[in-house]
């Protein structure tokens, strides 16, 4: 007796969630590539890879022009990802 499950095929559902996060993954780092300077330094800040002093710096910036640079950056991102193919609109609208 089988012992798989009834209600759909386990390995078709781990294989669809990995497809679908590799088309993220790499939706993620074609936006990167493409992105603006500002969009580089900004995620390298976010990801932690850098501290946004460090990224302040890298721009040549001080902190109040930083973050109206990191807003437009993240902004960016997001219009750019949702192109991407299998990538989620990011935005946040206000009502």
């Known amino acids: 007796m089988p012992k798989g499950s009834i209600y759909g095929n386990s390995n078709e559902e781990k294989m669809t969630k990995f497809i679908s996060a590799k088309m993220i993954v790499d939706g993620f780092n074609h936006t990167v590539e493409i992105g603006s300077y500002e969009l580089k330094i900004v995620c390298q800040n976010v990801l932690g890879k850098i ?45």
Do not use: S, W
């Not at 990224?55 to 997001?78: C, G, H, I, P």
């Open 51 to 95: 501290t946004a002093t460090d990224a302040m710096e890298k721009l040549y910036l001080e902190r109040t022009r930083y973050y109206e640079v990191k807003r437009r950056a993240l902004n960016e991102f997001a219009d750019i990802f949702e192109m991407q193919t299998g990538c989620p609109d990011l935005h946040v609208y206000k009502q």
